[in-house]
């Protein structure tokens, strides 16, 4: 069904219960009034004022009344003279008194259940002037209705309750699938990209129907984004037996070939070995991004940072690499993927950092978290692309960064190995010049929902 | 000098046929398998100095090869060609008995260079003239090549036996990665590398190494180093 109509349904059908009960309530408060009207004692009553009034007169009526202001639950006793003036003072209902002044023909009109004689009664003083005794419904109040004894009150509640319960219902209903595909799309767009709304969701309304939009379009994000990984995958696949062949290929040309073809070979064997490792870093990040959770081993990264910066002083003698160390908690994690992703900043840091240059790698750690810093002097990165900096293959400047290599996706290997470990990496410019890349690996894992 | 045969388990049969051109002229007689499960029977024949195992093969994995290699008792000296950026490849290889690994695709040259530092090392270690080591509750038979921890046999790799006995041999005293590196995978220190540090964390699960400090220790120091600790009561007694 629509939702549309089930809202219109729900609503109508809660006020016409409403309106129900109410029309209910007020027949049954006629009813009450009539069966008040006929209450036990009546008679007793009338004798009682009509010997008050001939053994004291007015003033005994007076007397009388004060001590029977309520003679009855929801009753009130009220004496007009012959001039309509109450006795004490009190102004009468005025149905009572149009009810004493009908008429006999418009009788008629008057309700249904209550007529002058059973409200009124002539009482005839020993002066002879007449009084009527009238017995009127004392005002209905919410107090007073919560004591009446017997349905009232139960209808009242029902009422309410079936009110409270009709719209907590409707709201429940409308807002629940409406929470869920928040959740849902908060989730997809952090990258969680098998979120599915459809079972929590199965309904044949608008919001059914928006769920399955939903899911279809996860479902085509998902393909396009899976296939561009896969592709990704399939051809650094495919390009390993073929590197492998060249290298031996090559090897053997290098044994063959004189001095003169010795340079031109070698530089062959260099690109190769850039090949070699890009498809390695695209193999890596790949499985990264398919993984969930990294291994947990305890690690010290006061020694991994040690071997990275030995290795990036090995690699390129004229380096400059300033490392202040500092001791730090050991972390649960997975010591070669920590390993790239430090040494995925630094060497992004010498090769970007300018010649003569220095780069500073900096460990520091408290109880919850240890943080490694690497700043270069540089030219840094546009101020828009800071962050960018993360993404698979980004170049700062396509036109001017044709000469590098190997580090379109180091730091992308980088970001992948943090977030799995619940850290971060960010990058910024330096003030005065540079990038600084910050790493904060937390020392216990946080907790990770179970959906991811 | 009869030249080393060198098997290679590899399905990639036009890489493995410009390999033994490339390797004969190094004196090494290469014998190629493409296949899993006839490698294996090859391998068990013992007739090879050093086999060379793809991780992936069609039939029988190479894991699998190695695992039922190394159950049928042969300890022939095995190089294991894993997957370029698969870290898991490299710590399952050599914790099951893999004696070094090298990333495929890789430079020939570099190949050639690991598989003669692993017959070297396992030549040298025919002609070792220590016999027994001793160092706490450890003792190493270097001919038998075994090692004892409180008198049980452990079950190490061929690497593991080098590096534990390496490290014996110093016992107290830092050795440093590219030593160990040099003596226990007879190869340079490569930057990257981390086939050390993998066998090192195997030999320290196999030694029971625990962070409250008993038992025999392999502890890393700062500045890329390792050292065996005996335990502190043995040594002050």
């Known amino acids: 069904m629509r939702l549309f109509w089930k809202i219109f349904a729900a609503v109508g059908v809660a006020m016409a219960a409403t309106i129900a009960t109410t029309v209910w309530v007020s027949f049954r408060l006629g009813d009450r009034a009539f069966d008040q009207l006929n209450f036990e004692g009546r008679e007793r009553i009338i004798d009682e004022a009509a010997a008050a009034l001939q053994t004291g007169g007015e003033a005994g009526l007076e007397r009388w009344m004060w001590r029977n202001l309520r003679p009855a639950p929801g009753m009130a006793l009220l004496v007009l003279d012959d001039r309509g003036n109450e006795l004490l003072g009190r102004q009468p209902p005025r149905q009572v008194m149009r009810l004493l002044r009908t008429e006999p023909s418009k009788e008629s009109r008057r309700p249904p259940n209550v007529r002058p004689q059973q409200i009124t009664t002539e009482l005839v003083g020993p002066d002879g002037r007449e009084y009527r005794l009238v017995f009127a419904l004392a005002p209905v109040t919410f107090g007073g209705v919560l004591t009446w004894p017997g349905t009232q009150v139960a209808v009242l509640t029902t009422a309410l309750v079936a009110a409270i319960l009709t719209s907590l219902l409707l709201a429940r209903y409308l807002s629940a699938p409406i929470v869920r595909m928040q959740k849902a799309t908060r989730a997809l767009a952090a990258g969680n990209l098998d979120t599915r709304v459809g079972p929590s969701v199965r309904r044949r309304d608008e919001m059914g129907r928006l769920a399955k939009d939903f899911d279809a379009m996860a479902e085509r994000l998902q393909m396009l984004v899976m296939d561009k990984e896969a592709l990704l995958r399939d051809v650094s696949h495919e390009f390993r037996s073929p590197l492998a062949r060249i290298s031996v290929a090559l090897a053997l040309a290098q044994r063959q070939a004189g001095e003169a073809a010795a340079s031109d070979l070698a530089r062959i064997e260099r690109e190769v070995e850039r090949l070699n490792e890009l498809v390695g870093q695209v193999m890596q990040l790949t499985r990264l991004r398919t993984q969930t959770e990294p291994r947990r081993v305890p690690v010290l990264l006061t020694s991994i940072v040690e071997e990275v910066v030995a290795d990036a002083r090995f690699e390129r003698a004229e380096a400059d690499i300033r490392y202040t160390p500092s001791v730090v908690p050991a972390v649960l994690g997975d010591p070669s993927g920590l390993k790239s992703a430090i040494e995925n900043v630094v060497r992004n840091a010498v090769a970007h950092g300018g010649v003569d240059k220095p780069v500073e790698v900096t460990l520091t750690g408290t109880t919850k978290e240890v943080r490694i810093i690497v700043r270069d002097h540089g030219a840094g990165v546009p101020a828009e692309d800071v962050e960018r900096i993360f993404e698979p293959f980004f170049r700062v400047d396509p036109s001017r960064d044709h000469g590098s290599d190997g580090q379109g996706i180091g730091l992308a290997i980088t970001a992948r190995v943090m977030e799995l470990h619940g850290g971060t990496a960010t990058a910024r410019n330096c003030p005065d010049g540079g990038l600084e890349v910050e790493l904060v690996v937390p020392v216990t894992p946080p907790e990770r929902p179970k959906t991811a | ?237």
């Open chain 2, 1 to 237: 000098m009869s030249a080393n045969r060198v098997l290679i388990i590899d399905d990639d049969t036009r890489l493995t046929e410009m390999l033994a051109e490339y390797l004969a002229p190094e004196g090494l007689s290469v014998t190629a398998f493409a296949n899993g499960s006839t490698g294996l029977r090859e391998a068990q024949t013992g007739e090879y100095d050093l086999i060379v195992l793809d991780v992936m093969l069609p039939g029988l994995s190479g894991f699998e090869v190695l695992r039922q290699l190394r159950e049928s008792g042969s300890e022939t000296p095995v190089l294991m060609l894993t997957a370029r950026g698969d870290d898991v490849d490299r710590i399952v290889g050599l914790e099951m008995g893999a004696d070094d690994y090298l990333p495929k695709p890789f430079n020939p040259r570099e190949l050639l260079a690991r598989i003669k530092a692993v017959l070297r090392r396992t030549a040298e270690a025919e002609h070792d003239d220590v016999i027994e080591l001793s160092v706490g509750p450890l003792r190493a038979h270097m001919q038998r090549r075994e090692v004892l921890l409180d008198g049980e046999p452990l079950k190490l790799t061929n690497a593991e036996f080098v590096i534990l006995a390496t490290l014996m041999r110093a016992a107290g005293d830092v050795v440093s990665r590219e030593t160990l590196t040099r003596t226990a995978l007879g190869r340079r220190l490569l930057p990257d590398d981390r086939s050390l540090d993998t066998h090192i964390s195997n030999l320290r699960k196999k030694l029971g190494h625990d962070e409250d400090g008993e038992g025999v220790q392999i502890r890393s120091v700062r500045g890329s180093g390792y050292v065996l600790v005996p335990p502190p009561d043995e040594s002050e007694r």
